[in-house]
């Protein structure tokens, strides 16, 4: 049997910009999508705590460093610069070898700094 469960989430990081006019997307920095074992086009869940937002999207490489996170295209409708928002992704396993698996997890300092 397989299941969904939890791969990577950056918990209660801080939005930096919201850019409507670009094609779509998350922009985060290079330093947690590293922490967070995420990949650049890899589908995410985005949740917003100040509205209760819950979007998916994907990611989008951000300047290492930089503490970026940027919700691009429609997505930045959903947000507001400041917003503390919640990154998750998932992925498909066998149910034995899920009941072991860790996922990454990645809670921020100020400035969106590991």
Known sequence: MLIEILKSKIHRCIVTEANLNYVGSCTID???I???N?????K???VN???GERLETYVIKGKRGSGVICMNGPAARKVMVGD???IMSYTT???EEAKKFKPAL???KDGNKL
């Open 34 to 36: 590293d922490a967070a």
């Open 38 to 42: 995420l990949i650049e086009f890899e």
């Open 84 to 86: 503390t928002v919640v």
């Open 106 to 108: 990645v809670f921020p």
């Open 93 to 95: 396993m066998d149910f």
């Open 30 to 32: 290079e330093d947690l």
């Open 49 to 51: 705590t100040n509205n």
């Open 44 to 46: 995410i869940q985005v």
